[in-house]
């Protein structure tokens, strides 16, 4: 087990890292620890925006889909960081906000 204290605005708090391959050292520990975060962020987005329930026939499709949704989720979390948002979800409100809502009909 690696501890880690670190500041936020409500004081000091410990995150708890686990792992099972005792031959790691803290810093394999730690960067597993954010490459498993940033693919939890990735579910998180890629559910906010609606995209979690493509299914795809042919490998050609499926390339051309993954290349449109990794470019849009680099824009979309450019966009995040450019607008000091926490989250896509914060985005997409902001987008509902100064556009004038949601699309009349969701599945667009």
Request: net charge negative; aromatic share 10%; charged share 30%.
């Amino acid at each position: 087990m690696l501890v880690r204290k670190y500041k936020r605005d409500s004081g000091t708090q410990a995150r708890y890292l686990y792992t099972t391959d005792l031959s790691l050292s803290e810093e394999e520990i730690e960067e597993a620890w954010r490459m498993r975060w940033e693919i939890e962020e990735l579910h998180r987005d890629v559910k906010a925006l609606g995209l979690e329930e493509s299914s795809f026939w042919r490998r050609e499709r499926l390339q051309g889909y993954l290349t449109i949704f990794t470019i849009m989720t680099n824009v979309v979390r450019e966009l995040v960081g450019a607008l000091n948002l926490r989250s896509v979800e914060a985005f997409l409100r902001f987008v509902e906000r100064h556009l004038g809502g949601p699309p009349a009909d969701e599945n667009l």
